[in-house]
């Protein structure tokens, strides 16, 4: 990856880790990214920062409170309103930099991606959304859940909670299988994707206080998406095992200029070395060519 300036910027008293990607030129305009459930930016997005860096935008990714190097505890806590809190210091913060462009874009992929719909539906000085594989709907989800499964999170989940009243932490995994017990993500195949594109010389571990899964699980950015004036691109696969196309699609009708992709493919067939990564990549300049020289 491109050589970067390391920063931070305070987020409700947090300091969020930061890095800063600038162009050859003169940034055309500015494209904050950070990651996906549990994720830290250096997480299989390197091929589409390296290429947005390429076609002449800057670009600011960051690492929510909690995770990486960012302040914050518990470590490894997802909770997506103050992740969304993360999100609109790192659009003050951008737009405090006398280095880039005040032509904002948000870029954010799985539960990123829903937080960057939610961020434009709250702040009117975004001009342009990438959402790549984005999580919509935590209600769809939950409907569909195995029920025993569903009840196995919620006895971990209060057992955190429990717990956390001594100051321990009950957790676990971010990602496994089906023989892994509880953890937040259990698609098939998504272990083996997810951690495929983990970086294991950074400060991450495939663990998450269980009562992340009580704030993540009510989390609901269509209902929002009507308020999101810019346009927006957003990407899907149709054999994607956790993120639900009818909410995908549902959450597209609701915004005024929605470009709506679906690739074939399943959830991490976007990022770094993908099926779709190039291509991906290739729509998603394409779109803000189109959008932000008009």
């Given at each position: 990856?491109?050589?970067?300036?390391?920063?931070?910027?305070?987020?409700?008293?947090?300091?969020?880790?930061?890095a800063l990607f600038m162009p050859q030129g003169e940034p055309?305009?500015?494209?904050?990214?950070?990651?996906?459930?549990?994720?830290?930016?250096?997480?299989?997005n390197s091929s589409a920062i390296t290429a947005f860096q390429k076609a002449g935008y800057a670009v600011l990714a960051f690492n929510y409170r909690g995770f990486g190097d960012s302040e914050g505890l518990p470590r490894q806590f997802i909770n997506p309103s103050e992740q969304l809190d993360d999100w609109l210091a790192a659009i003050d913060f951008a737009t405090s930099l006398d280095s880039v462009s005040n032509t904002l874009v948000l870029w954010g992929s799985s539960l990123s991606g829903g937080h960057v719909l939610s961020a434009a539906a709250?702040?009117?000085?975004?001009?342009?959304?990438?959402?790549?594989?984005?999580?919509?709907?935590?209600?769809?989800?939950?409907?569909?859940?195995?029920?025993?499964?569903?009840?196995?999170?919620?006895?971990h989940?209060?057992?955190?909670?429990?717990?956390s009243i001594v100051g321990a932490r009950h957790r676990i995994a971010i990602v496994g299988d089906e023989h892994?017990?509880?953890c937040g993500l259990n698609y098939p195949g998504w272990k083996h994707a997810y951690l495929n594109i983990v970086d294991d010389t950074l400060n991450w571990q495939n663990a998450i206080p269980a009562s992340s899964l009580l704030t993540a699980g009510n989390y609901n950015p269509i209902d929002t998406a009507e308020q999101i004036n810019c346009p927006v691109f957003m990407a899907y696969g149709d054999q994607d095992k956790g993120i639900l196309m009818a909410d995908v699609e549902a959450t597209a009708a609701k915004i005024t200029r929605c470009e709506l992709w679906k690739f074939n493919g399943d959830h991490f067939d976007c990022y770094d070395n993908g099926k779709v990564n190039q291509l991906c990549i290739d729509k998603q300049l394409a779109f803000l060519g189109d959008h932000l020289s008009a």
């Open positions: 990856m491109s050589n970067y300036s390391e920063m931070n910027f305070n987020s409700k008293g947090f300091q969020c880790e930061a055309a305009a500015t494209v904050i990214c950070a990651p996906g459930f549990g994720a830290l930016w250096q997480f299989g709250k702040v009117d000085n975004v001009n342009a959304v990438i959402a790549q594989v984005p999580h919509c709907s935590s209600r769809s989800a939950m409907q569909g859940a195995n029920k025993m499964k569903l009840m196995a999170t919620v006895m989940a209060l057992a955190d909670k429990l717990v892994d017990g509880a």
